[in-house]
């Protein structure tokens, strides 16, 4: 049985060096109203449009961030009326991220392995995350990454955030890693999430 992660954690920065640190304050700093989301699309973005835009819509989301979209060069997601729409820095887009137009943010360009987009707002840093299990997906280059590497990449994304993170951070995505089985992958990530404060919020398989 493989679980598809999808974490949302968020925190109040702690120096993991010091015994004190800052207590996880009782309100989380986020626009009125937002609902931030993640699905995994598996290709063809630009033919679910019309179920982006219900879930959108219906839902009143603010951050819809989308995995495996896979664009090639020079194509970018579909348009959705009241949304702006960020992607990774991968040549293969394979993830975005739709953020209503009311929203001030500034995006962040990360250039390591994980395709991810990144943006802060005062208060809180978004990352929408996905980590796939081969390297460089769709070229004569692709090869299999093992489950250490890929663990790996995921925490050399995780602590390049951390440095340029705002109070708050919000992590959504697909990490494709089981948190059903007591695995070091596991435990490697959640002790990092321990080290600086964070929880993750998803307790229950979101896919089997």
């Not at 699309?41 to 839902?59: F, G, R, S, T």
């Not at 392995?113 to 004569?140: D, L």
């Not at 059903?180 to 002790?191: E, F, P, Q, V």
Request: glycine share 4%; aromatic share 10%; proline share 6%.
């Amino acid at each position: 049985m493989h679980l598809i992660w999808l974490i949302l954690l968020f925190q109040t920065i702690q120096e993991p060096s010091r015994n004190l640190s800052i207590p996880l304050p009782t309100k989380i700093f986020l626009p009125i109203n937002m609902k931030t989301a993640f699905i995994n699309l598996q290709k063809k973005v630009k033919k679910k449009v019309d179920i982006l835009e219900a879930l959108l819509y219906e839902d009143s989301i603010g951050v819809l961030g989308i995995g495996e979209i896979d664009l090639p060069p020079l194509e970018r997601p579909p348009f959705i009326n009241g949304y702006s729409c960020i992607i990774d820095s991968k040549t293969v887009t394979r993830v975005c991220t739709y953020i209503r137009q009311d929203f001030q943010y500034e995006q962040i360009t990360y250039e390591g392995e994980i395709p991810c987009t990144i943006f802060n707002t005062p208060h809180t840093t978004f990352i929408t995350a996905y980590s796939g299990f081969t390297s460089n997906p769709y070229s004569k280059d692709s090869a299999r990454l093992s489950e250490k590497t890929r663990v790996n990449q995921i925490l050399d994304l995780l602590n390049w955030v951390i440095q340029k993170a705002r109070k708050n951070i919000l992590i959504i995505g697909d990490l494709n890693v089981d948190m059903l089985t007591n695995s070091i992958s596991k435990r490697r990530l959640l002790n990092w999430c321990n080290e600086y404060g964070l929880n993750q919020l998803i307790e229950s398989p979101t896919r089997v």
